[in-house]
C-alpha cells in the first residue's frame, strides 16, 4: 500500500506535470485512492487541476518550513479518488530556506508520514531542477518515473539525473528504484524521435513503458479547463496513451 | 556597443536555449559581433552548437567559482561572428557553493567585464528556476528577453518572473529593462494559442515581438546536427522567423 512516485526530470518542458495529473487521474479511475503533491513552485499540477491558489488552506510550503501537519492541507480535486497537496508561489523560497537545515533532505519524507497508509499510489510532482526540492522528493520515494521527450535535448540531461538518483540511493534513500521511462511527445513526423526512443531504449531498456505519449493537442488544452484529459477528451488519443500507461504502473498490462 | 540581453523563465521548455541559438546566429549572420553565455548546468546552448563538452578549456563554473578569467574559456562556434561561453554539468553546484558568498548575486557582472568592450550583443542562456544562476544572468544584464509557449502553464509563471525582475531591478540593477516578450511554439490549429497570445500583449503590450515563432520540426532538429536553423535548414519557416526577430531586436523592422 502507498507507492510513493516521484516524477523528475531537471529538463524543462518534458511532461512532467502533465504525466503527474493525468496518470494520478487514470490511477483513480481505476479505483485507486491516489494522492498528487505539487513539488513546484509554478503549481501547475495545482492549477491544471482547478484549484484556486488563492483560496488554499496553506500549501506544501507551510509543511516543510514551518511544519503544520499534511493533513491539514490536503484537498479534493474535481476528481473522485485524486486528491492533492497544493503548492503556492510560497514554495519557491524554500530551498534556500532549508539549505542550512539539519536533516535538510529528508524533511518532506519525515512530512508526508501521516498521509502514506492512506493512500494506494503517491506522485510527486517535481521543478525542472535537482535541487533540495527535487531530492527531498527522491528521498521520500520509493520510486522514480523519468519523462523523456523525444526530443535531441531530451538525452543529454539524462546522465545528470541518473548520478543524482544513484547519490540519492546510496547515501539517504537504498530503497529507491526506477519506476519506469515514459516517452513522451512523441511526434512520428520526424526521424529524431525515433532515434532518441532507440537510444533511451539502450540505456534502460526493458524499465521504458510499451506506452508512448504522442504529441496531442487535447493534453495541452486539458489544463487549461482544469480538468485531467480523461475528462476533458475522453476519447482523445492522450487519454486512451495514459490509460495505458496507468495499467503498466498498476502491473496489469 | 555591447548589450547584454538574459533570455530567461523558469517555465521548462519554452524556448530560451532555442532562442539563445537561433537569435544569436541571425545576429552574427547580420555582421555583429555576438557571445553566447551559457549559465544553464544542462549546457543544451553548448551542444546545440555543437561543441564537445570533454574538450573544453574550462566553462563558466571555473570562472565564477575559481575566479579564472573569462576570456581564457571563451570559444567559436562553428557560426561566423558568433563565440559562446561554454558550460558543464558541474555549474549544477554553483547555486550552493556561492549561497553564502560576499556579493553572491554580482559574481557574474564583475567576471564578464572583460567581454563587453569585443561584442555588439552578449546573449545569456539561462536555466529553467529563479535562483542565484538565473539572479547573477538579470543581475549582469541591460535587458530581460522572456520567452513564453502559447500553451496554458505559461501565463502561470510570468507573475513570478516579474516579480524577480522587480526585485533585481530595484536592488542590484536599477537600470535593466525588459528587452521584449517573444511568444513561441505557436500552434494556429489550437484556440488556446490566441488566447494566450491576446493575454500576454494585454499584460505587457507593445513589448511583445511581432515575430512570433511557429512550432517547426527543423528547429528541435537542428540542434541534434549541432547547427543553428539558418545553417541546417536555411529556407525553413524557423529559420525565417528568426531572421526577422533578430531584425526587431537589432531595431530595423
Ligand atoms: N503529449 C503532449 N502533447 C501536447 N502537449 C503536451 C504534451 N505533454 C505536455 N504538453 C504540454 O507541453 C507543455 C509542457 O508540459 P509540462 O508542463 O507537463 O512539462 P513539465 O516537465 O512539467 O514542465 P516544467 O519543467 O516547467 O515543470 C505544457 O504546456 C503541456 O500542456
Ligand atoms: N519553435 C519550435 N518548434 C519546435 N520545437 C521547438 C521549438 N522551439 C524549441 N523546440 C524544441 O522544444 C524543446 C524545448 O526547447 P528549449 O530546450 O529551447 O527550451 P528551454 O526553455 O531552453 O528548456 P529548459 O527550460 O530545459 O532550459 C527542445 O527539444 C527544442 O528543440
Ligand atoms: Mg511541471
Ligand atoms: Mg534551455
Redesign the pocket.
Known amino acids: 500500500l502507498g507507492k510513493i512516485i516521484a516524477i523528475a526530470n531537471q ?3 518534458v511532461g512532467k506535470t502533465t504525466t503527474a495529473i493525468n496518470l494520478g487521474a487514470c490511477l483513480a479511475a481505476a479505483g485507486n485512492k491516489v494522492l498528487l503533491l505539487d513539488m513546484d513552485p509554478q503549481a501547475n499540477s495545482t492549477s491544471g487541476l482547478g484549484i484556486d491558489k488563492d483560496a488554499l488552506k496553506g500549501c506544501i510550503y507551510n509543511v516543510l518550513i514551518e511544519g503544520l501537519p499534511i493533513l491539514e492541507i490536503r484537498q479534493s480535486t474535481g476528481v473522485p479518488n485524486l486528491d492533492i497537496i497544493p503548492t503556492s508561489v510560497q514554495l519557491a523560497g524554500a530551498e534556500i530556506e532549508i539549505v542550512s537545515r539539519f536533516n535538510r533532505e529528508r524533511i518532506l519524507k519525515i512530512a508526508i508520514t501521516p498521509v502514506i497508509g492512506i493512500y494506494d499510489f503517491i506522485l510527486i510532482d517535481c521543478p ?1 531542477s535537482l535541487g533540495l526540492l527535487t531530492i527531498n522528493a527522491l528521498t521520500a520515494a520509493n520510486t522514480l518515473l523519468i519523462p523523456i ?1 523525444c ?3 531530451a538525452l543529454e540531461g539524462v546522465v545528470q539525473l541518473m548520478n543524482t538518483y544513484n547519490l540519492v540511493k546510496e547515501h539517504l534513500n537504498p530503497a529507491l528504484e526506477i519506476e519506469g521511462v515514459l516517452m513522451t511527445m512523441f511526434d512520428a513526423r520526424t526521424n529524431l524521435a525515433i532515434q532518441v526512443i532507440d537510444e533511451v531504449k539502450k540505456h534502460f531498456k526493458d524499465k521504458v513503458y510499451k506506452s508512448i505519449i504522442p504529441r496531442n493537442v487535447r493534453l495541452s488544452e486539458a489544463p487549461s479547463h482544469g480538468k485531467p484529459v480523461i475528462l476533458y477528451a475522453a476519447k482523445s488519443k492522450g487519454a486512451e496513451v495514459y490509460t495505458d500507461l496507468a495499467k503498466e504502473v498498476m502491473g496489469i498490462e
Open positions: 529538463k524543462g518542458g525542472p521527450q526530443e535531441y535535448y
